[in-house]
T-cell receptor
Framework: GNSVTQMEGPVTLSEEAFLTINCTYT??????LFWYVQYPGEGLQLLLK?????DKGSNKGFEATYRKETTSFHLEKGSVQVSDSAVYFC????????????FGSGTRLSIRP | SQTIHQWPATLVQPVGSPLSLECTVE??????LYWYRQAAGRGLQLLFY??????ISSEVPQNLSASRPQDRQFILSSKKLLLSDSGFYLC????????????FGSGTRLTVV
């Protein structure tokens, strides 16, 4: 079946450090891939997405590239800020009328000033 | 523009009491609608989804039910709450058949005491 695996947290970094959160997926065909972010006490917000192989999604300094050969969609940011502290979810969606999204377990990121 | 409203924001209910959480979407028609639950420190579990009025699909058997009485209204209910129903409930919508991602509501934090 379809699934998403992302690195266990929590991840703690110093401000201005380089961030990578690993995400791999299992799916048949060509799913769309997403990163969502959840700030404390809030709902999830779409951070970025990619809909086909080799697409790069980007937003707010974050980037992720859809790698079909390694079935990965790792999230990166060159210089993190304290305001980036949140829980990050990797997710996939197959093309269907139901458009169900399968989420990874989430990675909690804490940035020290 | 499209917006999603979810209420109440927080709820404390005794065991055995009924539950009704409401979600409405504005600015679109015939959206796909979803209910997710997030237990404390955990990932997201899809509870129900709907691709049209009166069409409800359940992902996990449990103490909850969902209804869609109008095109842009999605209701999560229970006749008798259990302690295990505590969690953060999120409503979401999407248009079309995949690739767009979800837009989430701000969530309802339910504590069953």
């Amino acid at each position: 079946g379809n699934s998403v695996t992302q690195m266990e947290g929590p991840v703690t970094l110093s401000e201005e450090a380089f961030l990578t959160i690993n995400c791999t997926y299992t799916a048949t065909g060509y799913p769309s891939l997403f990163w969502y972010v959840q700030y404390p006490g809030e709902g999830l917000q779409l951070l970025l997405k990619a809909t086909k192989a080799d697409d790069k999604g980007s937003n707010k300094g974050f980037e992720a590239t859809y790698r079909k050969e390694t079935t990965s969609f790792h999230l990166e940011k060159g210089s993190v800020q304290v305001s980036d502290s949140a829980v990050y979810f990797c997710a996939l969606s197959r093309y269907s009328s139901a458009s169900k999204i399968i989420f990874g377990s989430g990675t909690r990121l804490s940035i020290r000033p | 523009s499209q917006t999603i409203h979810q209420w109440p924001a927080t709820l404390v209910q005794p065991v055995g009491s009924p539950l009704s959480l409401e979600c409405t979407v504005e600015g679109t028609s015939n959206p796909n609608l979803y209910w997710y639950r997030q237990a404390a420190g955990r990932g997201l579990q899809l509870l129900f989804y709907s691709v049209g009025i009166g069409q409800i699909s359940s992902e996990v058997p449990q103490n909850l039910s969902a209804s869609r009485p109008q095109d842009r209204q999605f209701i999560l209910s229970s006749k008798k709450l259990l302690l295990s129903d505590s969690g953060f409930y999120l409503c979401a919508w999407t248009a079309g058949v995949g690739g767009y991602g979800y837009t989430f509501g701000s969530g309802t934090r339910l504590t069953v005491v």
